[in-house]
């Protein structure tokens, strides 16, 4: 008696569990679909993912389902009530596996698509990028070589020789400059030259305060790193985008053999079992 009782309340169990994993999957199909946006390749990037991700719920709960029909079966003084679910599971088993193996080619398709749009908006905004600092380059060379400019730079030179011209002079100025960590590298290393050979400061000052030069190396390091962020971003994206389809790809194709053989499979053999009931009744 309690085998009997324990052998119902299993097959029940699992029975009503595997109705409802795959239930619940439906429901999340019908949940996902919406807002229903088949045109758009990240829609459906997005609603194959989680129906890849998800897609092992319902073959669970097939599995659940036969387990309790089976254990059932096992009880012949337990009447058979009820509707038999197993074929429409079947049915239902290989619809699924004909929806996921669509998902395969159709999944990769669309990531290439969306890296491919994604690569080249990196590419237009770099190409952007470029053309602002060319034109900011191309300005600041203009204001540069007026003659508002021209004097500015004049300006500035006079007052930066008068300045080391100075420090120079005075070896205790000329010691703390040099020993100084607020003082730069670049003033530093002209001290140095000018105290050795004080004929070549106007010279060295006019390297260190040619505006159009630093604006072009400035310029040129801006240039440098705009080109490998592109790159980074490009193959980041490339490399996201492989991950990606070939996870949920593989996934989806495991997902369709899995669900093609248990629904063929399954289908076949009811169908082999009822024509032998068939053939014994007839006799």
């Known amino acids: 008696m309690i085998n009997r009782f324990t052998t119902v309340n299993a097959a029940r169990t699992l029975t009503v569990a595997g109705i409802v994993l795959m239930l619940s999957f439906l429901l999340d199909v019908f949940v996902l679909i919406f807002p229903f946006q088949p045109t758009d390749s990240r829609w459906q990037i997005a609603l194959v993912t989680a ?31 009820g509707i038999d679910l197993r074929f429409p599971s079947l049915i239902l088993a290989s619809i699924l596996g004909f929806i996921f193996l669509m998902f395969f080619p159709l999944h990769l398709n669309n990531v290439r698509q969306v890296s491919a749009q994604r690569v080249e ?10 053309t602002q600092l060319k034109n900011r380059l191309s300005q600041a060379k203009a204001q540069l070589s007026s003659e508002r400019g021209k004097a500015q730079i004049e300006q500035l030179r006079a007052r ?15 010691k703390q400059a040099l020993e100084s960590p607020q003082v730069p590298q670049a003033v530093k290393d ?11 400061l106007d010279k060295l000052i006019n390297q260190q305060t040619d505006p159009l030069t630093t604006a072009q190396r400035n310029a040129d ?8 962020n592109k790159e980074r971003l ?14 949920t790809g ?28 068939r053939k014994a009744t007839m006799r």
Do not use: C, H
């Not at 490339?238 to 070939?246: E, M, R």
């Open 234 to 247: 490009e193959q980041r994206t490339k490399q996201d985008a492989w991950k990606t389809g070939l996870r």
């Open 160 to 174: 930066t020789k008068t300045q080391l011209a100075e420090i120079l002079k005075d070896e205790a100025k000329y």
């Open 51 to 81: 129906l890849v991700d998800r897609g092992i719920v319902p073959m669970v709960g097939l599995g659940m389902l036969f387990t309790g029909y089976w254990i059932g079966s096992t009880d012949d003084s337990e009447p058979k009530q």
């Open 250 to 277: 593989l996934s989806s194709l495991l997902l369709s053999v899995g669900y093609i053989i248990i629904g063929w499979s399954g289908l076949r053999g009811m169908n082999n079992s009822s024509s032998n009931k």
């Open 190 to 200: 002209v001290l140095k030259k000018a105290k050795a050979n004080p004929k070549e």
């Open 221 to 228: 390091l801006e240039l440098n790193k705009i080109r490998s």
């Open 121 to 130: 908006k990196i590419s237009q905004d770099a190409e952007q990028a470029e």
